[in-house]
């Protein structure tokens, strides 16, 4: 066993406080209360594994896990070992364990790599859970190429095209979103690497003009990057009065 001192001193830990935090959070067992190597006032003594324990809470937090989110990788480690499993790439997609963790890491490794805000990174680890790893693994196996959406304070995860919804109801000029794409983090994690998605994003737009709704599909190129296609246009809708549709076939 080693004495709290040792353990701030070999992990870089700066604070017992730390430790504290983290034995409350449930991450690492309580220390065992001896007698100071002095003989004189009391010590906390901890098992030597808490430092690797340690260690790799210090790298999930770095990776932008909350505590929450680093208890669930932790968990899910210990699981995989006590089982005596061995998790090889073809493995990764029955194993809920080893696909949440990954999960995890590449949601929060992606949102690294995106913003500078650690505050953002830790609110996003703080609310993501294996509901939403398991949404995706779903939303995949059907077909659809999930992506992971964050708002700063809610997690969804949706298919791709549903972005754009998003976008388009903001009533806010300031809102901005976190948006982090998993189509390769799935092929690479799931059974046999399926060539999914199966279904894809078919871009059309509705465009309002004098109480009538036309349905366009939307092309790539041009001058601005895209272009509404005028040949297949649809009317969707019509809200004018038969007044105002007979006098506007007559002009």
């Avoid at 700066?14 to 991450?27: D, E, F, N, Y």
């Avoid at 260690?55 to 208890?71: E, F, T």
């Avoid at 995106?114 to 077909?143: F, I, K, Y």
């Avoid at 806010?172 to 046999?192: A, I, K, P, W």
Wanted: aromatic share 6%.
């Amino acid at each position: 066993m080693i004495t709290t001192h040792e353990l701030l001193q070999r992990t870089g830990i700066k604070s017992a406080k730390t430790l504290t935090r983290w034995h409350q959070a449930g991450i690492i067992p309580e220390p065992v209360i001896g007698t100071h190597p002095s003989g004189r006032g009391k010590i906390g003594y901890w098992q030597d594994w808490v430092v690797d324990r340690c260690v790799r809470v210090l790298d999930l937090r770095q990776q932008g896990h909350s505590l929450r989110s680093a208890l669930l990788v932790l968990t899910d480690e210990a699981t995989d070992v006590s089982d005596g499993l061995s998790v090889t790439p073809e493995d990764r997609g029955e194993d809920g364990h080893s696909y949440r963790r990954q999960f995890f890491s590449a949601v929060l490794g992606a949102a690294q790599g995106m913003t500078g805000d650690p505050h953002l990174r830790e609110r996003l680890g703080q609310q993501l859970n294996h509901g939403h790893a398991d949404v995706a693994r779903e939303l995949w196996s059907d077909g659809f190429n999930p992506i992971v959406v964050f708002d700063g304070t809610r997690i969804d995860v949706t298919p791709d095209f549903m972005i754009a919804h998003r976008f388009a109801g903001a009533q806010n000029d300031e809102t901005s979103l976190l948006v982090v794409l998993l189509h390769s983090f799935m092929r690479r994690t799931q059974t046999g690497g399926e060539a999914r998605p199966t279904i894809t994003p078919a871009p059309k737009v509705w465009s309002q003009s004098g109480g009538v709704m036309t349905e366009y599909e939307v092309h790539t190129g041009g001058r601005l990057g895209f272009s509404l296609v005028d040949r297949t246009a649809i009317k969707v809708g019509d809200t004018r009065t038969p007044g105002e549709s007979e006098a506007a076939r007559g002009e």
